[in-house]
Each structure stands twice: as C-alpha cells, then as structure tokens.
C-alpha cells in the first residue's frame, strides 16, 4: 500500500493540474465564505471605510466581469507559453527533462492563480443582483480586486521564472540537486561498519528448481516493496532472491523474484508478491537513483552531439554528475541481503552500486567526447576527484578502469601532439590521486577475516 501511495504521488506531482485544482477549489471555499460575511455585514452594522468598494452593482459587476476574462485570456497565454518552453526543452536537452518543468511548483502556482482569480470572480457574480436594494458584496469585489493584483505580480515572476528556468546551467543544476537528494534518501549515512558485505550462500539447486513469479504486463519496474517481501518470507518461512532492480524494464512472462522452496509457491502467495512490485511506463526517482544520473548524461551526449556541439553544457553535467557520484561514494551501503532474527537467509535482491552507476553514465559520455578536449579533461579531472572519495577496492578499480579508457579513446582520435600531452599528464594526476586512495581504502570482508 504505502508504494502505491507512493507511486499515486509521483504521478500526481508531474502533472499540471494538481496545484490548479487545490487552488480552484480555495478559490470555490474562498468565494462562499466572502458571501457569506457579506451577507452579515449590514446586520451587523456595515463596515465604512476607504478600502471597502462602495459602488454600484453594475460597476461591480463590470469590475468582476473585466477580471475574469482578463485571468482566462492571461491563463490561455501562460499556457501556451509552458508548451511552447516544454517543446524548446524537449528538443534541445531531451524529452525526459520535460517532467522538470511539469512538476515545477511556480509553473503549477502561476497557473493556479490566474484560474483560481477567474473561477472566484464567476462565482461572485452569481451573488451580484440588478436591485438596488439588494446588498452589495463589497468584501467579495474587494478580494477579487486583490487576486487580481495579485495575479499581476505572478505574472512578472512568471516571465522572470521562464526566462531563468530554461537556461542550460540552471536546468542542469537543479537535474545535478535531485540526483543528489536521491542518493541521501536511498543510501545510509556514512558509519564505521563494514563497507562490503559477503555475498550469502542460496541453498543447493536454488537456480533450477527455485519458482519463478512472472510479471503480467510488460512495463518498467518502479518501486520494490523489500519490507513487505522480508516480512511475507519470514512469516511463510520462505527464501526469495529479487532478480530485477528498479528501473528495469521487464517483459511480460519473465520472472520478477525466484521463491524458495518451490512446493511453498502457491497462487494466493503469486497473488501476495505481485503486491510488493509497482510497474508502469517510465522510470521513476523513487527507487532508482541511475535514473535520475543517466539524465545527466543523456543531457551531456546532446550536447556533444554534432546538431548542438555544445561542449560546456556537457562540461556542466559531468560536473553535477562528478557531485552526485562523490556523494554516492562517501555514503553507506547495506547488505544486499536479509536475514530473520534466527539467522536464516529471507531475502537477496540486486544492489545498485557506485560501480554501476559510474559506469552506465560515464561510459557513453567518454565515448561521445573522445575527440573533445575540453570535455576529456574536464571528465578526468572529475575522475581525480573521486578517487580521493571512494572507500571500496571496487570503486577504486572502476575509476582506474575508466581514467585508463578516457586517455587510450583520446590519444587513438586527437591528432594534435600538445593535445595528446594535455590528456597524458591530465591522467598521469589522476593516476596519483588513484595512489594516494589505494592507501587507506579497507580490505575486503573476506582479507579482513583472514587478518583477524
């Protein structure tokens, strides 16, 4: 349940109308509760001062009238404007950085507001009669002439926000802030633990006579409910290996989790481990921290693409890239395992590692920039900085494996000598920096038992 909410939630927040709609239905409350203190205003004695609107019915009709189809015309331009921001994005960094500005909250906010005034001032005049006699909302005209001032203001934040927002070394920031903020929500803080972990040992004939739960519907897998699966294994005595990780993207029919033992796998039991897998059409940050990288790196190869040939955008997200890595490096891992409180193994599912990480997303952008210079030393000097942030051998080797490529791939297709020296004493300092970490990186778990 709480990964459907989850999953309900992120759905909800890369939508245009969410915001709108709260702020339409306050629009609504706020409406009905003006009319009704101005309902009580004359019984009570009526309230004279300057601020207060004291004209005529006609002119607050006109008022509210001039208001409401002055918000929808503006709403109708913002909105065009957002389409017209969304297909320059699309377009020049990629349709997955479009979500950016979905779920931006002053695109939502700007406009809420210029709907929100519109549905209040169309409510208001529904209270606004011919006669004379009738009493005057004033308090309602008066707050309809405030979200129209206010609408104003909006819309000089909203021109400013645009023009902002589309820039290459904001939009690449804030992509380089959410990776970040991931890898603090799914990854422990730094401790004096173990660094790595023993990988458990599966029961003999687990790989062929374990069950397989197939998926039914093809689909990228989101969100893995690990609690729910360690309790249903614990409570069922039961062993059950994860074969997939968030973000994958599973065929119908092939399997999600192998069950142990076989004779335990059951319908109901099919029925109760689906439960613990949300699937759907696109990946989601929610559990997939290479997801949020690989953004950066798609945004980096258009760049370095010929049609753009932009290479310091390119230089920006190795930079936020190189930032969120280091992040990654100096946090904690947990096991990719569980056991119950009496030792027995319940649980192994995949790790989603610095190692992989690193590699998915460096790996196509040394490919792409082989023949640029600025980029190649940029991607090395971040390599340099890594290496005095990784606290596993693993980490250090992926480093070292990916310094070496960027200098082999460069010196094969740069044809000028000073350019060559550039990129040779570019990774002869990071292949210093990799020296100076191999020296207090900890020993694997197995050299340090040998040790003890």
């Known amino acids: 349940m709480k990964n ?10 890369y939508s245009l109308w969410f915001v709108p709609g709260l702020m339409v239905a306050g629009a609504l409350a706020l409406a009905y509760a003006t009319a009704g203190l101005d309902a009580n ?22 008022v509210l009238s001039t208001i409401a189809g002055s918000m929808i015309t503006v709403a109708g331009v ?3 404007l957002t389409m017209v921001v969304l297909s320059l994005t699309s377009n020049q960094f990629g349709p997955r950085l479009v979500r950016n500005f979905m779920d931006d909250a002053g695109n939502q906010l700007v406009l809420g507001t210029f709907v929100a ?3 209040y001032c ?3 005049l529904r209270t606004i009669h011919g006669s004379g006699s009738d009493p005057l909302p004033s308090l309602s005209v008066n707050m309809g002439l405030a979200l129209a001032l206010a609408s104003l203001g909006v819309l000089i934040y909203f021109i400013h926000h645009v023009a902002s927002s589309i820039q290459a070394n ?6 380089g802030h959410e990776f970040e903020n991931s890898v603090r929500r799914l990854y ?3 401790s004096d633990g173990p660094a790595a972990w023993p990988t458990p040992e599966l029961p003999q004939g687990f790989a062929q006579r374990a069950e397989e739960l197939w998926v039914h519907q093809s689909g990228y897998l989101q969100m893995i409910d690990h609690g729910r699966l360690y309790d249903l294994a614990r409570d069922q005595n039961l062993l059950i290996q994860v074969t997939r990780r968030p973000g994958d993207f599973v065929i119908k029919g092939n399997p999600l989790c192998l069950v142990w033992p076989p004779e335990s796998f059951t319908a109901a039991l099919a029925a109760r481990l689906h439960r613990s897998f949300t699937m759907g059409v696109e990946r989601t940050e929610a559990q997939d921290v290479e997801y949020v990288a690989r953004l950066l790196a798609e945004t980096a190869l258009r760049a370095l693409s010929p049609g753009v040939n932009d290479p310091y955008t390119a230089v920006t997200c190795i930079d936020w890239l190189g930032s969120g890595l280091a992040l990654m490096a100096g946090r904690g891992r947990r096991p990719a395992y569980r056991l119950d409180e009496g030792g027995e193994l319940r649980l192994v599912h995949p790790e989603v590692s610095f190692a992989l990480v690193a590699e998915s997303c460096l790996e196509p952008i040394r490919r792409a920039a082989r023949e640029n210079v600025i980029c190649t030393v940029r991607l090395l000097e971040v390599l340099g900085a890594l290496a005095r942030q990784v606290r596993l051998p693993q980490d250090h080797q992926v480093l070292a494996h990916q310094a070496l490529a960027v200098k082999t791939d460069s010196l094969d297709n740069l044809k000028l000598a000073w350019d060559r020296d550039l990129i040779s004493q570019k990774h002869q300092e990071v292949q210093r920096a990799l020296e100076r970490a191999a020296l207090r990186l900890e020993p694997p778990v197995a050299e340090r038992g040998e040790k003890g």
């Open 41 to 62: 205003l004359k019984p009570l004695g009526g309230v004279d001062t300057w601020w207060i609107y004291q004209g005529s019915p006609a002119g607050a009709r006109a």
């Open 170 to 175: 904001n939009l690449v920031a804030r992509v």
């Open 188 to 190: 422990p803080e730094a």
């Open 4 to 13: 459907r909410i989850i999953s309900l939630w992120y759905r909800v927040r």
């Open 117 to 119: 005034t519109f549905v």
């Open 122 to 124: 169309l409510v208001v």
């Open 78 to 80: 913002v909105f065009s």
